[in-house]
């Protein structure tokens, strides 16, 4: 499988509706990989299907960043069961390369979600875990960056996103 391209900041696709995964078949084995293919190519901690422009409420997680294929966590139809504590950390997305913002995240959460074949499972994260949790469930419900932030925070993180974007011939027309 090969990787595929990343959606940037802009794209319509990002911010869409995502359908629920209602098959845990091969399709969705093959697309498991293309998403950990990407996502290690970028190289990022977690990727979510809208990310690279499939609309499903699914996404990766692997904090090894490929190092430990086997660690990667998958959640399809993930809720957010509960949460708790507060801290303030740097957080970047892959679909704003170079870009990063301090987040309030939960220290640590619960999720409920089903594995790369379904089975409907919870699972306790802390720390990075529950940070990248949090920020793939963000993007399944078409949260992104930026709209985590208030006031001169978020003023100025637009002012260099706008800058950047200058970079991304992609989105240059958006």
Known sequence: MAARPILL??????VAENRP????GRDL???LQEMCESCWAAPGLGLAAPQIGVNLRLAIVDLSVGKKPDDVVVIA??????????????????SIPGLYATLARPLRVTVAAQDADGRRREIEADGTLAQAFCHELDHLDGILLPDRLRGLSRYLFLLRLR????RWPA???L
């Not at 800058?163 to 200058?166: E, F």
Request: glycine share 10%; net charge negative; aromatic share 8%.
């Open 9 to 14: 900041y802009g794209d319509p696709r990002l």
């Open 21 to 24: 995964v209602e098959s845990f």
């Open 29 to 31: 084995q093959d697309l």
């Open 77 to 94: 139809n993930p809720e957010l069961v509960s949460s708790g504590g507060v801290r303030r950390i740097e957080e970047g997305c892959l």
């Open 163 to 166: 800058w950047a974007r200058r």
């Open 171 to 173: 989105v240059r027309e």
